[in-house]
């Protein structure tokens, strides 16, 4: 780990970007709440998933790609999970979170 400013990473980006034959991920300090970024090159294991400003990294699903919706929610039953992936959890708790407020705020 190494500590540079923004022009020289966003040059070694470039660099790696134009002419790395693989894939590649570059995590690096920002002025973001997170305090870090990510980029990603070519197609590495892990998706970047951007959940209103913050970053998490995703693993796919190789059952997603083969199978449609149907199959997929009866996969996840037996996998133990009721979410296929972390957006479908994230979209559940956030309308989870909205009906308890509508709830609360009736007279």
Do not use: C
């Not at 995590?27 to 998706?47: A, K, T």
């Not at 997603?64 to 996969?75: E, I």
Request: net charge negative; glycine share 4%.
């Amino acid at each position: 780990m190494a500590s540079i400013n923004a022009r020289v990473r966003d040059r070694i980006w470039k660099k790696i970007s134009e002419e790395w034959k693989s894939n590649a991920i570059m995590l690096f300090s920002s002025n973001s709440e997170q305090g870090y970024g990510i980029r990603s090159h070519g197609d590495p294991s892990r998706e970047i998933m951007d959940f209103d400003g913050l970053l998490l990294m995703s693993k796919p699903d190789s059952k997603r790609d083969r199978w449609d919706d149907s199959d997929l929610s009866k996969s996840s039953e037996v996998d133990g999970s009721p979410f296929p992936d972390l957006s479908s959890f994230f979209n559940e708790k956030a309308n989870s979170l909205l009906l308890e407020t509508d709830l609360s705020n009736e007279p």
